[in-house]
């Protein structure tokens, strides 16, 4: 297992805990649907798309959870910073950090075993909203997505 896997997996309990710590302070609900997709999102190092939340959520043996439920709870768990969309993959990962509403966020996935790391730095929201002012343009949302090789599978492919 790399790394990606270890750190996602450690995080969950701490990032459950505040998204409902933070619903609770905003006067909104994780519903159970919301919740369940959450968890999934963590029991996963890699990004996951909404097909395949609705089947890991769905219960067994009965009626699969229509992808449009999916949807909902992804975009209330968006819009809350409880999760990030990687739109290279139109897949979504669990975010457990928290960030402000104008931080640059990047992340690093990696084209070998999916495993994603995830960064913030002032540096590079300065360099976007830099880029941005120059050209008088508003940003809504600053993801930057690196696509390569994590460290692990480097040292796997040398071996």
């Known amino acids: ?34 919740r ?5 999102l963590y029991a996963d190092h890699r990004p ?21 439920s999916i949807y909902r709870a992804l975009d209330f768990l968006v819009e809350q910073g ?18 402000g509403a104008d931080e640059a966020v990047a992340f690093l996935i990696c084209e070998v075993c999916g495993g994603v790391d995830e960064d913030a ?11 941005a002012q120059a050209r008088q343009f508003k940003t809504s949302y600053q993801v930057v997505e690196i696509v390569g090789r994590c460290e692990h599978c480097r040292n796997a492919e040398a071996a």
């Open 36 to 40: 369940k997709t959450l968890e999934a």
């Open 82 to 99: 409880f999760v990030h969309r990687l739109s290279s993959r139109n897949a979504f990962i669990a975010c457990p950090h928290g960030h």
């Open 121 to 131: 730095s002032p540096a590079m929201r300065s360099a976007i909203r830099g880029m």
């Open 48 to 68: 996951v798309g909404a097909y395949d939340l609705a089947d890991r959520i769905s219960p067994p043996g009965g009626r699969r959870l229509a992808p449009i």
């Open 1 to 34: 297992m790399c790394q990606h896997a270890h750190d996602h997996a450690d995080q969950a309990e701490a990032g459950l805990a505040r998204a409902e710590a933070v619903c609770s302070e905003r006067g909104l609900r994780l519903t159970p649907i919301r």
